[in-house]
């Protein structure tokens, strides 16, 4: 393994059954991510960006092929061990914000830290940052759709991770405020990759790799630094 790159996919596919018919929801694709790079992952509905996104964190493990972090293969890890590197490693931002009801909004930014003390000043910047300061201390109730999203970005950039996940973290913000967040994003990767979901070809503005899906697999990618795009590598049998 590379020590240069945190996760790689090989030939890695995501099949289900939906009644008769087989879909394959990611089919045979290989990619990297290394320390510090920002990665977006594009297509129209249905492509299988999500599903990418799951299996390159651990979410779910492939049908067929190999994901890897540091080299261990998910499927090797047992369940305890994958959700111990998703809580220490990883941080999340889904498309569908969710906060816990009962805690404010410092508190669920704050929640999965080792020491919530010692997080705390750094949450409260975050908090700032993202237009929510005045919100800290209110419930999740209170906020819209677009506060909420944005105090889920907090909660995945509170204890700078290696790899950053972020499914559609812009779908329910402004254009400004959704470049912000990629600001934000952008300024993690001094600390470590983001793996961006999207479907808004703006919010690639700061991607060193882009990769294009259709019907589950890799149709082109396209490099930073105005690197022409390349067709994907044909699929090959894991």
């Known amino acids: 393994m590379n020590p240069e790159v945190l996760i790689e996919a090989q030939g890695a596919s995501l099949i289900y059954r939906d009644g008769e018919r087989e879909v394959r929801a990611v089919d045979l694709v290989s990619l990297q991510v290394r320390p510090s790079e920002f990665v977006g992952i594009v297509g129209p509905s249905g492509s299988g960006k999500s599903s990418l996104l799951y299996l390159l964190s ?15 293969c998910y499927t090797e890890a047992s369940d305890a061990e994958r959700s111990a590197m998703r809580r220490e490693r990883f941080g999340f931002v889904f498309q569908q914000p969710y906060l816990l009801g009962y805690l404010t909004v410092l508190e669920n930014v704050v929640v999965g830290a080792p020491d ?43 204890m700078e991770p290696e790899v950053i996940f972020a499914d559609e973290p812009t779908a329910a913000l402004d254009q ?59 699929p090959t049998t894991p």
């Open 58 to 72: 651990g979410l779910k493990l492939p049908t067929h092929g190999a994901v890897r972090y540091r080299g261990r």
């Open 176 to 234: 400004a405020t959704g470049l912000h967040v990629l600001d934000l994003l952008e300024q993690h990767r001094g600390s470590g990759a983001v793996v961006l979901v999207t479907h808004d070809p703006l919010m690639l503005r700061y991607c060193d790799t882009v990769y294009r899906l259709r019907n589950g697999q890799v149709e082109s990618v396209e490099r930073a630094q105005g690197k022409a795009s390349e067709p994907a590598a044909p």
């Open 116 to 158: 919530v003390r010692a997080y705390r000043e750094r949450a409260l910047w975050l908090l700032e940052q993202l237009g929510l300061a005045d919100k800290a201390h209110r419930f999740p109730s209170a906020l819209s759709g677009g506060e909420r999203q944005r105090a889920c970005v907090a909660r995945a950039l509170l």
